[in-house]
């Protein structure tokens, strides 16, 4: 079974901080997504990487920025932190085979106060 | 714009009922097509994947593909209460790894 992992399950930051989410997975996926999910708004993409050291913005990727210098593990950041990036932050993998799904870490719950 | 639309719902099925849940998309050029559960303050859980015309079952979950009508459902055979939650219908961006997402369909199975 795929395995992603994300580092933290519930984070609480101060505005202006710059915060680090991480996420690791398992299965040596070409393919690696940051989400943010909002009630009433649905999955929005903030940033995706096709591959080490590439990066593409998504549809949400003011205020953020990533880093990928390992294949397994994709980092978000929030170069500082605002009221409005509370939110639940999903990461996903999928391998390199356009067809394939996309599999998803068990989400951070963050909360910028 | 790309879209994938659902129902919101939400949608109330007795329990060992049919629920059927139904997922329009725009993207004539979309091979794959995804079904995700989602339970509240939970991740997307992948229950099905469909990339042929037709159904495709798997226990009790079956998915229903029709590319001419840019259309594809879920039913959820003897509805049972763990079966509540949302579920979200994803469909690829052409030749893109990139899935555009529906808003979700709220199911309730009522006992």
């Known amino acids: 079974d795929v395995k992603v992992t994300q580092s933290s399950r519930y984070l609480v930051k101060r505005t202006g901080e710059k915060v680090f989410l991480e996420c690791v997975q398992d299965?040596?996926?070409?393919?690696m997504f940051w989400y943010r999910q909002d009630p009433g708004l649905g999955l929005r993409l903030i940033y995706f990487s096709y591959d080490v050291k590439m990066k593409e913005k998504g549809d949400i990727p003011e205020g953020y920025s990533v880093s990928r210098e390992k294949k397994e593990r994709f980092s978000l950041i929030l170069e500082s932190a605002s009221t409005n990036q509370t939110s639940m932050y999903l990461c996903?993998?999928?391998?390199?085979?356009?067809?394939?799904?996309?599999?998803f870490g068990d989400g951070t719950r963050l909360s910028i106060l | 714009q790309k879209e994938v639309e659902q129902n919101s719902g939400p949608l109330s099925v007795p329990e060992g009922a049919i629920a059927s849940l139904n997922c329009t998309y725009s993207?004539?050029?979309?091979?794959?097509f995804f079904w995700y559960r989602q339970y509240s303050g939970k991740s997307p859980e992948l229950i099905m994947s469909i990339y042929s015309n037709g159904d495709k079952e798997d226990g009790r979950f079956t998915a229903q593909l029709n590319k001419a009508s840019q259309y594809v459902s879920l039913l959820i055979r003897d509805s049972q209460p763990s079966d509540s939650a949302t579920y979200l219908c994803?469909?690829?961006?052409?030749?893109?790894?990139?899935?555009?997402w529906g808003a979700g369909t709220k199911l309730i199975i009522k006992p």
């Open positions: 996903a993998s999928s391998s390199g085979q356009a067809q394939e799904p996309q599999h």
């Open positions: 993207d004539r050029g979309s091979q794959s």
């Open positions: 994803a469909v690829n961006e052409g030749s893109n790894y990139q899935l555009i």
């Open positions: 299965m040596d996926h070409e393919n």
